[in-house]
C-alpha cells in the first residue's frame, strides 16, 4: 500500500497514534486530525485517498464533517463509532461514509478494511481501455468515465454507489440478494450486513429516482434481493 496517504481523524491522541502505527507498517503515509474542522483544512491541502473519521468529537463531528466531505469529495470514509448501536453506523452511512468499525476494533479488521476501500477506490478511479454504454430508459451507465446520468443529468455517486449500480445495471434484470451485493461490492465475506447494503439502495435511489419510493429503476424482489429494471 505504498504512496497512499490516510487522514486519520480522532479527539483521542492514543488512538490516532495505534492507527498510525498500524498502517505505517503497511508502507501507508498517516496524516493526522484531532477534529472536524482540522480534518477539512488538510483535506484541502493533502492528497488523501482514504479518511478514517471518528463519529464524537468536539468541534465538528464526524457526521457533519463527512457531510461537508461529501459536498466535494468521493474520498473513502471509514467511520469509528465508540457505541455498537445501528442508528450511528446507519446515520454515517445515510450521510455518505462508505464503511464503519466499531471501537474497540481489531488492528488487523481496520488493516483489512482499508486495504479493501483503497483497492476500490484506485479501481474506481481509473479509466478502463473501453467505451461501454449501457442506457435503461434514461438511466445511462459509461463505463470508461466511470459516469451514471439519468437523463443526461450527471449523478454523483461514492465509489460504494457506483459500484452497486455498475453490479446491478451490467446484469440487468438479474436479481441479487443482499449477501451477492456485498461480498461482491465489498470484496469480503457477508456479515450481518442488511443495514449497510439497505442504506447505500436508499441512497442511490435518492439520486437516480424521480420518486425514490415508488422507484423506476432500482426494484426490490421481497424476500430475494434487488434488481435493475430491464
Known sequence: MDNYFVLVVDDEKEIRDAIEIYLRNEGVTVLKAKDGVEALEMINEHPIHLIILDIMMPRLDGISATYKIREEKNIPII???????????????QVGADDYITKPFNPMELVARVKSQLRRYVNFGSIEGKNDVIDLHGLTLEQSAKQVTVHGEPVRLTPIEYKIVNLLMTNAGRVFSVNEIYERVWDEPYYN?????AVHIRKIREKIEIDPKNPRYLKVVWGIGYKMEK
Open 79 to 93: 467511520m469509528l463509532s465508540a457505541k455498537s448501536e445501528d442508528t450511528d453506523k446507519i446515520l454515517g452511512l
Open 193 to 197: 450486513a442488511e443495514n449497510t447494503v
